[in-house]
């Protein structure tokens, strides 16, 4: 509200004097400004881009984190970066597995007598 004000009154007053009448900062006022200009991708742009990265994630089961989902998308010729790939997938409630460590459980080769091995009783 304040904002829309200012903008209304640039014209007539300098925006220094305008944003310290309304106690608001000028990088605040000029953000704004950048916020209202910039235009914003739209929606159906958006939803497909979504469907797109849900369908990468599963076509890789659940494993494609969004470095290898933005590799993917950039292959295919979108223009984006990793954090709003990792922002959307975050969205869409997508987390990655992550792959277990193999850990070696038996030790085959050893010196000790074996554990099972009884004399004289029955199994």
Do not use: W
Not at 3 to 29: H, N
Request: overall charge positive; proline content about 2%.
């Amino acid at each position: 509200m304040k904002f829309g004000f200012i903008r209304q009154q640039m014209k007539a007053y300098p925006i220094t004097v305008l944003c310290a009448v309304m106690e608001v900062s000028r990088s605040g006022f000029y953000d704004y400004l950048h916020r209202l200009n910039t235009d914003n991708p739209s929606d159906e742009y958006q939803n497909a881009l979504r469907a797109r990265i849900k369908a990468i994630f599963n076509e890789s089961r659940g494993s494609y984190g969004s470095r290898r989902v933005l590799k993917k998308l950039q292959s295919e010729g979108h223009q984006l970066g990793r954090y709003k790939v990792r922002r959307l997938m975050r969205d869409l409630g997508l987390r990655s597995k992550r792959r277990r460590r193999y850990k070696v459980t038996t030790d085959s080769r050893h010196s000790y007598p074996v554990g099972c091995q009884r004399i004289g009783s029955k199994i």
